[in-house]
């Protein structure tokens, strides 16, 4: 995917609904379940989206991909397909991409793993209610994760746009690859620095050593 511009969107909205954190033993880790309410402004999308892509919403081989930092992890990108021209609103807009089967569910490897859930989706209108969970344990089995030891964990709302293009290259037959065109989001492209975490200007997010077992309170949930 080749590099492409970050946007704020108007309209592109988070608001934190419920959590609550928990300690997995079976697992040997620590998780949290959130609930939040993604809000779109369906109309100002696909304005936006044609000015970066013409006509994204009605060509059939385009592609979009959710990026739900903390919540999920889409695991490829969807396409318009049979859906092009037809899509008139943010619920036809979402359903493209919320089939608990399009997301991850495993261990991701690394000194302090992380396991996304499957999310569980509820389209409201303009807007898209997700609950989502998210595991950590430490790699070595021997070591106990502690609350004391999660990251500052932050909540993404973005989309990608994607185009199918078709290089033609000297002597080699045609080769359509996807391109990213541009990634609307709800925080601003700006880096604010938290504790030595990188975010951006607008996300909300939550410390996680200073989270307690049981209830996330909107007061936790914080706005960097």
Same mark, same amino acid.
């Given at each position: 995917?080749?590099?492409?511009?970050?946007?704020?969107?108007?309209?592109?909205?988070?608001?934190?609904?419920?959590?609550?954190?928990?300690?997995?033993?079976?697992?040997?880790?620590?998780?949290?379940?959130?609930?939040?309410?993604?809000?779109?402004?369906?109309?100002?999308?696909?304005?936006?989206?044609?000015?970066?892509?013409?006509?994204?919403?009605?060509?059939?081989?385009?592609?979009?991909?959710?990026?739900?930092?903390?919540?999920?992890?889409?695991?490829?990108?969807?396409?318009?397909?049979?859906?092009?021209?037809?899509?008139?609103?943010?619920?036809?807009?979402?359903?493209?991409?919320?089939?608990?089967?399009?997301?991850?569910?495993?261990?991701?490897?690394?000194?302090?793993?992380?396991?996304?859930?499957?999310?569980?989706? *509820? =389209? %409201? &209108?303009?807007? /898209? #209610?997700?609950? +989502? $969970?998210?595991?950590?344990?430490? @790699?070595?089995?021997?070591?106990? !994760?502690?609350?004391?030891?999660?990251?500052?964990?932050?909540?993404?709302?973005?989309?990608?746009?994607?185009?199918?293009?078709?290089?033609?290259?000297?002597?080699?037959?045609?080769?359509?690859?996807?391109?990213?065109?541009?990634?609307?989001?709800?925080?601003?492209?700006?880096?604010? *620095? =938290? %504790? &030595?975490?990188? /975010? #951006?200007?607008? +996300? $909300?997010?939550?410390?996680?050593? @200073?989270?307690?077992?049981?209830? !996330?309170?909107?007061?936790?949930?914080?706005?960097?």
């Amino acid at each position: 995917m080749a590099d492409q511009p970050y946007i704020k969107l108007q309209g592109m909205e988070v608001e934190f609904v419920s959590g609550v954190l928990e300690q997995r033993t079976a697992d040997r880790a620590i998780g949290y379940t959130v609930t939040f309410k993604l809000m779109l402004d369906f109309t100002h999308f696909k304005q936006m989206a044609n000015a970066y892509s013409a006509n994204y919403l009605e060509v059939s081989n385009n592609a979009i991909r959710p990026e739900l930092e903390g919540l999920a992890y889409h695991n490829h990108y969807s396409v318009i397909g049979a859906s092009a021209g037809k899509i008139v609103n943010s619920a036809m807009l979402f359903e493209l991409f919320t089939d608990p089967d399009l997301y991850l569910d495993v261990w991701i490897n690394s000194e302090m793993e992380r396991r996304f859930g499957k999310p569980q989706f *509820v =389209i %409201e &209108g303009n807007a /898209l #209610l997700l609950t +989502a $969970r998210q595991d950590f344990r430490w @790699e070595n089995p021997e070591r106990e !994760i502690k609350i004391e030891d999660l990251p500052i964990i932050w909540f993404g709302w973005a989309l990608t746009l994607i185009e199918q293009r078709t290089k033609v290259s000297w002597g080699l037959p045609e080769r359509t690859t996807p391109i990213s065109v541009v990634t609307f989001m709800y925080p601003q492209d700006e880096v604010v *620095v =938290i %504790e &030595g975490t990188e /975010l #951006l200007k607008g +996300a $909300r997010y939550i410390n996680g050593k @200073e989270l307690s077992f049981g209830p !996330i309170t909107p007061e936790q949930v914080l706005t960097a």
